[in-house]
């Protein structure tokens, strides 16, 4: 086999732990820049006063962006990877001192549509969210470099922000919905109402009137013995799509 691509035994050896290397530095640079995206976006929201203070977390199997809101408190941020990784989907832990918790998917694969990355993610919630976990999450937000790009364009890119040299959409966002365990349904038509996704968009220039139309949202219904999910991504007026399975 390797003499059909003109390499020899020994050759390939000797080359093997380069390339290995060359992999793990590519996957090290992506990972740094992902976190220096969101961190430059979540400073850049600070600098224009959409957020009084942000607080960089310690990188690690958790990494927790704690966020003041004035005249709110403390919402946290749970950075992650792409949502249909069990680390991105199952392993979080809300802070005691967050009024609001979200997930943001960092996600810059391109091997799914965004919808098909966040539906593989709300699979995984939906068993939490179901599960004996005492905390539930406020919200998720789909969201990383690519957005934007030509490798994934967005459709509200004319509401994009100028962070450092690069011009960033506003996030996907999806409010998640609260336990009730007497209900058969929760947040099936988007009732439920947060404050984070509201005072993020702002900074995008979409005021409060108009953030109703930017924020998607995941609910749950039990029929007939199954458990059904619907999602639903709003990207401005009269431009919504809904996913029910």
């Known amino acids: 086999m390797l003499n059909k691509y003109g390499l020899t035994m020994e ?3 000797l080359a093997l732990p380069g390339a290995i290397e060359q992999l793990r ?3 090290s640079a992506s990972v740094s820049e992902r976190k220096e995206f969101l961190y ?5 929201l600070v600098e224009n006063g959409y957020l009084a203070r942000l607080e960089k977390p310690d990188y690690g199997k958790d990494t927790v962006y704690r966020l003041t809101l004035s005249g709110f408190g403390d919402v946290a941020i749970i950075q992650k990877g792409c949502p249909d990784g069990a680390h991105s989907s199952k392993r979080w832990k809300v802070p005691e001192w967050a009024r609001e918790t979200y997930l943001w998917w960092l996600c810059d694969s391109t091997r799914y549509e965004p919808g098909a990355h ?3 993610g709300v699979k995984r919630l939906l ?3 179901l599960g004996a976990r005492p905390d539930t999450l406020s919200g998720v937000i789909f969201h990383d470099r690519l957005c934007g ?3 994934r364009p967005c459709p509200k890119s004319r509401y994009a922000l100028q962070v450092g040299e690069r011009s960033v959409p506003p996030p996907c966002v999806y409010v998640m919905p609260d336990r009730d365990s007497a209900a ?3 947040n099936w038509n988007g009732e439920v109402r947060r404050v984070f ?3 993020l968009l702002q900074a995008f220039g979409i005021t409060p009137s108009q953030a109703s139309q930017f924020i998607g949202h995941i609910g749950f219904q039990r029929r007939q013995g199954a458990i059904r999910t619907t999602i639903t991504s709003r990207f401005g007026p009269g431009r919504a799509t809904t996913f029910r399975s």
């Open 197 to 199: 996704p509201e005072a």
């Open 118 to 120: 966040v539906d593989k």
């Open 25 to 27: 530095g590519r996957q």
């Open 149 to 151: 790009s030509p490798n």
């Open 40 to 44: 430059e976006l979540l400073q850049t």
């Open 11 to 13: 050759e390939y050896r």
């Open 184 to 186: 058969d349904a929760w």
């Open 127 to 129: 068993g939490e969210f």
